[in-house]
């Protein structure tokens, strides 16, 4: 089956920049998304990319998709406490009803 | 907007317990779902309906039951629960209309089997 990995944890100094990286087996994926939770709380979709781009910025938040070697990552610029959180990329299936999640990498902002 | 909702928050129940896990949304959306988290694991897919009136399995089905009760509600029946059902349950759900893939989570219920 499809798979959709991330490295667990990463640690950074407040107003570094954090590049949180993932990679995905399916090639046929059409879009990728960046979820975030929060402690104690559900996901929330932080940002997502098209399969045609390589490239997508969102204020803080840049997102590049390298399909050959099938690598999404996120970079967080000016990384703040309030980023502190667990993200998720993922995947639709070809059916798009469907999300594939990633293990989640836990970011940890330090002040 | 109430969002998704799930209820309980927190539940702990001993082996061989059931328990059904609610989960209702108001946007009107026609597809829902049921995850688990497991640390190290991501969420895993345990049950899906695409609309009211259909479910079908994910990933981690065994052990589970799910219920369409209409457009609104989607419930997680746990028959018989095992340790190995520890987890936090996430419900969401997702418009036709819209971004393809975003879903909207509720706030967890945390289970505890012991």
């Known amino acids: 089956g499809e798979d959709v990995e991330q490295s667990l944890f990463l640690s950074v100094r407040e107003g570094d920049s954090s590049v949180i990286n993932c990679t995905y087996t399916?090639?046929?994926?059409?879009?990728l998304y960046w979820y975030k939770q929060e402690p104690g709380a559900g996901l929330q979709l932080l940002t997502y990319i098209f399969s045609n781009m390589d490239m997508k910025q969102d204020q803080r938040l840049t997102v590049l998709l390298n399909k050959k070697d099938k690598h999404l990552s996120l970079r967080i610029a000016d990384t703040q406490t309030g980023d502190s959180a667990i993200y998720f990329c993922a995947d639709t299936n070809t059916g798009f009803q469907k999300l594939v999640f990633g293990t989640g990498t836990r970011l940890l902002v330090s002040p | 907007n109430a969002g998704v909702t799930q209820t309980p928050k927190f539940q702990v129940l001993k082996t061989g317990q059931s328990m059904t896990l609610q989960c209702a949304q108001d946007?009107?959306?026609?597809?829902m779902y049921w995850y688990r988290q497991d640390p190290g694991m991501g969420l895993r897919l345990i049950y899906y309906?695409?609309?009211?009136?259909?479910?079908d399995k994910g990933e981690v089905p065994n052990g589970y039951n799910v219920s369409r009760l209409n457009k609104r509600e989607f419930s997680l029946r746990l028959e018989s629960a095992a340790p190995s059902q520890t987890s936090v349950y996430f419900c969401?759900?997702?418009?036709?209309?819209?971004?393809?893939?975003?879903?909207?989570f509720g706030p967890g219920t945390r289970l505890t089997v012991t």
């Open positions: 969401a759900s997702s418009g036709d209309k819209g971004l393809a893939g975003e879903q909207y």
């Open positions: 946007m009107n959306h026609n597809s």
């Open positions: 399916d090639s046929s994926s059409t879009y």
């Open positions: 309906s695409a609309s009211e009136g259909t479910t």
